[in-house]
């Protein structure tokens, strides 16, 4: 018996199918970054024309659709709205929004100007929706996540004054580097630093830090190069650079305005992030080219009924009026709980304690029109995101359109659960809106002046879910092993159903799971 | 005076302007808001109501309905004892999160007191900061993390 290494194993993965199966091999034995998107699925087996239905047409429901016509299901699908996407969602001018208690908006943006009051940028890392993305020819563009010439703000740092991020952040780390050097040079860490390393280590905070040679984070036009000079370098006469005055120790790290560096450093925003071309709906509008003929828009689900011989679905026809009802084989149920915990059915013990427990976090975001691109004319910061420790917590100017005269559309509040984000809840749209201009122009003053309209949600509002995301706070006591097992002839699935919640590439991996087991199940019993 | 102002607010809705730049119209718990760390501080049971509660059971308490619901508060029996209210409020239930860590039992007996007597309801407040007390769990859910920003 021949004992395979890891590097021929390899190679005979690669030559049999493929570069592509070979980087989901190394991925899978740990040379890469793992995910548990294995490429595109594969349903083999033949279901011998049986009928699945699938409640929802958002990504998780069209991921089901697209892939389980593509094995050989009937598919019908269910969507409560008038358009697919689900919370793949775009609010764009001449769109009109009513929110839960009637509020009703009116997209007034310029022709073009949009806004993703839900999912609003991909990492790169999410295998899932990037393939898709490639597969359904939905263009994508760079998302600027990270812009150093972009603000954090404190209302109690600087006097209330925003600072340029590329300044705190030199600043801070040639602080800190200084302190670590000099500590380490007076051999204060001799018990946590080796000699070998000793030496190694002053040399790379040196760098680091942009330190001088007696280990100082002094004023210099070295320092300058990367924090920005008083007066930046030129051609010809009085072209000499000036260096710029370093901030106090002590405020930048009382500033606490260190707290928004790390955002932009967790997995889940590393450079490079994209977003759709024209809008994140463009997902939704890839999903829905391939499978837009087999969903019913329109149709408000009040039941769903399984027995021995198969899933009855009851559903309201919102637009034409009357109650109908679907059959099926199979269901694939990607309902959020918040809406399936009040609707009739007989799903398991197990899994209906798991649907009528979990709540929905909230969120607010507005999108705010302006006359002109300040940010970039006045201020030249070209995409990226102003971090505040305002309610708004962030502005985060257009990846798109850069230099452009005319409108354009910023996102002004993005609250994420929490006390704040209630108290956005609790207001109507306008009050949201003005809210947002309070907060935005203590960072952009110019904002008063050069405000034109806003569009403003507030997630526990959307009507179709009471929510943006399902929260676990602990997946084990709240039974996910249960929630996720194919229940009879139903299977669940979305965001909700995946350690990846809230994000678009947790709900396909769901539905990819969940297929994957009720095809199994189908087809070897 | 407050419930004026909140009377001219419930009819912003009927009108469907986009939101130019003209002042807003605000209602005076929107004017007032305080964002931040300390969260909901008020003790009055009006306040707490209209700046949490009312975002989904509505100003009236009269609840909305989309693909699913919010349920009314206004002319709800289950409203008669404390009980209930105080257990859905700290615990949560279904779509409800849990407000328990968000308001102390000082404030739960003030907004319960509220829903017993206003909203359209007209029963004997009987909630008492030891129901509140009893209704926690040991170890409550925190409505702040966050798995996702």
Known sequence: MTQFTRRNLLGMIGTAAGSSAMYYAMASMGHAAASNYAGPIKLDGDPKGAKVLILGAGLAGMTAALEMRAAGYQVEVLEYREKAGGRCWTLRSGDEYTELGGATQKVDFAQGNYINPGPWRLPHHHYAVMDYCKRLKVPLEPFIQTDYNAYVHSSDAFEGKPQRMGKIKTDYRGHVSELLAKAVDQGKLDEMVTEDDREMLIESLRSFGVLDEQNAYVKSLGTSGYRGYEKMPGGGADAAPVPSDLYDPSQVIQSRLWRSLAQHESLEHWAPMFQPVGGMDGIAQGFEREVGDLITYNAKVVSLQQDDSGVTVTWEDTAGGGTRTSTADYCVCTIPFSILGQIDHNLSAGLSNVISSMFYNGSTKVGLEFKRRFWEQDEQIYGGISYTDQAITQISYPSTGYQSDGPAVLLGCYTWRGADTFKFNAMQPAERIEWALRQGEKIHPQYRDEFKTGVAVSWHKVPWVLGCSGVWEDREAQGYEEAIKVDNRVVCAGEHLSYIPAWQEGAILSSLDAITRLHDKVING | ?149
């Open chain 2, 1 to 149: 005076m407050k419930k004026i102002v909140l009377a001219i607010a419930t009819l912003l809705p009927l009108c469907a302007v986009p939101a130019h730049a003209q002042p807003a119209q605000m209602s005076a718990y929107a004017e007032d808001t305080v964002f931040g760390s300390d969260g909901y501080t008020s003790t009055d049971g009006e306040e707490l109501y209209q700046t949490l509660c009312a975002g989904c059971h509505m100003p009236d308490g009269s609840g909305a309905v989309g693909a699913g619901r919010y349920p009314a508060l206004s002319d709800n029996p289950n409203l008669e004892y404390a009980a209930y209210p105080v257990t859905l409020i700290v615990n949560g239930q279904a779509g409800m999160p849990a407000f328990g860590t968000f308001l102390n039992d000082e404030q739960i007996v003030a907004l319960v007191t509220y829903l017993q007597t206003d909203l359209g309801n007209d029963f004997e407040p009987d909630a008492t900061v030891e129901d509140v007390a009893i209704a926690r769990p040991a170890s409550p859910a925190d409505p702040n993390r966050a798995e996702h920003e």
